[in-house]
């Protein structure tokens, strides 16, 4: 079975910082992708960054000079670093993986348990 395990999410003040963590484990071939996205209250999901094995880094236009992605393939491992934080950044923010975890499986998609990030003053 494959596992992702997000942390880094809490509560913090506008203008504030907080760096996310996602760490894929079990049964691994490969890894396409590995990226973010987030669900505020009573929004649709949004794309925020992502990071693929090949090609380039990819943010979305509301976040960009202010989050970062970066990835660690020896740990499988995916951040998204936020800074200069503001109040619509607030949602629950899921760790996503494209991945093949054998050498004769198709890659499928699999998510992470989903972390709060909440921007309040």
């Known amino acids: 079975q494959v596992q992702l395990v997000e942390s880094g999410g809490g509560l913090v003040q506008p203008g504030g910082s907080l760096r996310l963590s996602c760490a894929a484990s079990?049964?691994?071939?490969?890894?396409?992708?590995m990226g973010w996205y987030r669900q505020a209250p009573e929004k649709q999901r949004e794309l925020v960054a992502a990071v693929p094995s090949r090609g380039s880094i990819m943010n979305a236009d509301s976040v960009k000079g202010r989050f970062t992605i970066s990835r660690d393939n020896a740990k499988n491992t995916v951040y998204l670093q936020m800074n200069s934080l503001k109040p619509e950044d607030t949602a629950v923010y899921y760790c996503y993986v494209i991945l093949s975890s054998s050498r004769s499986e198709p890659p499928r998609v699999y998510w992470g348990q989903g972390t709060q990030v909440t921007v309040s003053s």
């Open positions: 079990g049964s691994i071939f490969s890894i396409e992708v």
